[in-house]
């Protein structure tokens, strides 16, 4: 019996010792190169997030700049009256006058009334840069807010923008027909008439930005009103 205890425990110890140890399992080439795909399409999404949104950022930088440059003309002419003050607009027989920036308006402090804006470019190919609502130049600034100068001691004007001023004259009973400048309702009936200086004015300020010295330039935004 007790024999048998021993071949039992014995045999126990061979039975044991029989099994090989099991190794530890590695990863295959097939499992690792699955990873580095796995991971690096991760990153690859990441990085297109990150510039996604980098654009959208700089897109909305962009924009706001436009909006802004839009606004200071409609805050520059604001109060101005629609036609000029002394020469007025009068039709002389098929000839329109006062129409335009008046003789010895040249520069835009000389302009006293909406219709001289008519036509009018403000940086990239027109005046020296975009304006501010007081009419001076708006000129390029550094990361602390102060002008830029160029190498001869002259304040850099603002680059790569420009804006654009259309003034049309509308219908008074549908603001989305534009008229020609000369236009005029004859007298009718009961109704006396309306004279050429008589007629609603649209304001459109198309803002640009871009590459002045290739002509490349993309509207941004524009900014329309309408004075009664």
Do not use: C
């Amino acid at each position: 019996m007790a024999r048998r205890s021993a071949d039992i425990r014995s045999g126990g110890r061979t039975h044991a010792a029989g099994h090989p140890r099991r190794r530890r399992r590695g990863f295959t080439l097939i499992e690792t190169s699955l990873a580095v795909v796995i991971i690096g399409v991760g990153v690859i999404a990441m990085v297109d997030a990150q510039r996604a949104f980098l654009q959208s950022n700089g897109w909305s930088n962009h924009a706001a700049t436009a909006t802004l440059l839009a606004n200071e003309i409609r805050e520059l002419t604001r109060h101005m009256a629609r036609h000029d003050p002394v020469t007025g607009l009068e039709l002389d027989g098929q000839t329109l006058r006062g129409w335009g920036a008046e003789p010895g308006e040249i520069t835009v402090q000389d302009f006293d009334d909406l219709d001289d804006f008519d036509g009018a470019l403000f940086g990239a190919g027109g005046s020296e840069g975009p304006i501010n609502a007081v009419g001076e130049i708006i000129y390029e600034t550094d990361a602390d807010g102060n002008v830029r100068y160029d190498e001869m001691g002259d304040p850099i004007p603002l680059q790569g923008w420009s804006q654009a001023v259309f003034v049309e004259k509308i219908d008074p009973f549908n603001l989305a027909t534009v008229v020609p400048d000369d236009y005029f309702d004859p007298p009718s009936g009961t109704f006396d008439g309306r004279d050429v200086d008589e007629f609603p004015l649209r304001v459109t300020v198309v803002v640009s930005a871009g590459d002045p010295a290739s002509g490349e330039m993309e509207e941004v935004t524009r900014v329309t009103w309408v004075v009664p």
